[in-house]
């Protein structure tokens, strides 16, 4: 597919698990964000990668979330030990380079912390 | 700090209507605007891009407005239809990557 792809679509743990989330960004795109999206709120940045240099973390809320990108493309966002109040929808989005370009989003992953 | 408003309650339009959605921000020089449409259970999608320069843009039934001396933009959609309905959000960017969205607008077009 051309789109940028999560898996899992829908994640249910216990409070104190680890959790990890996967996006595919669309091959080429050299930029690729996390955000986090709560209950009827907006999109909240966690953290951007751009190419090879040092990813923007500065949205993580706290040391609990990291999130890594392999050789440029696929990404994975862990989450130790969940807390209730990380239950929200993470969406994945990359864009081709720089600036203002449009960003496409993935579906999300639902993540449930019971 | 920055703030971007816009209006929490849903708006609710006849079809064949002109639906306008407001963004409003503080604490803030953006140097472009985007509006994405976002449907229930999937990511945003990229509707149109407007920059400080641009006072208007237009794509088919769509209009963006952005006035930066009121730091407000509008977002029309003429001959509205039931298939519109979504929640619609602005983002903002400045000298960097990061774009910084709003909370939405639902919007709901009765037949």
């Known amino acids: 597919g051309a789109g940028v792809s999560q898996s899992p679509s829908n994640k249910v743990t216990e409070k104190g698990k680890d959790v990890e989330l996967r996006c595919d960004p669309i091959s080429g795109h050299t930029a690729l964000y996390w955000y986090r999206q709560s209950l009827g709120q907006g999109l909240e940045f966690l953290i951007y990668f751009q190419g090879n240099s040092a990813p923007d973390k500065s949205g993580l809320p706290s040391d609990r979330f990291s999130a890594e990108r392999t050789g440029g493309s696929v990404s994975t966002l862990t989450i130790q030990r969940t807390q209730q109040e990380d239950s929200a929808v993470y969406l994945c989005?990359?864009?081709?380079?720089?600036?203002?370009?449009?960003?496409?989003f993935g579906p999300g992953t639902r993540l449930t912390v019971l | 700090s920055q703030k971007i408003e816009q209006n929490s309650e849903a708006l609710n339009i006849q079809e064949g209507k002109t639906a306008t959605l407001t963004c409003n921000y503080t604490?803030?020089?953006?140097?472009?605007l985007q509006w994405y449409r976002q449907d229930p259970g999937r990511g945003p999608v990229f509707l149109l891009l407007i920059r400080e320069n641009e006072k208007e843009k237009r794509k088919e039934r769509l209009k963006v407005t952005f006035d930066t001396t009121l730091k407000q933009s509008l977002f029309h959609i003429t001959a509205s239809q039931p298939a519109d309905s979504a929640t619609y959000l602005c983002a903002l960017a400045r000298n960097t990557d990061k774009l910084i969205f709003g909370t939405g607008t639902r919007l709901q077009v009765f037949p």
């Open positions: 604490n803030y020089s953006p140097a472009y």
């Open positions: 989005a990359s864009k081709v380079g720089r600036g203002a370009d449009t960003q496409y």
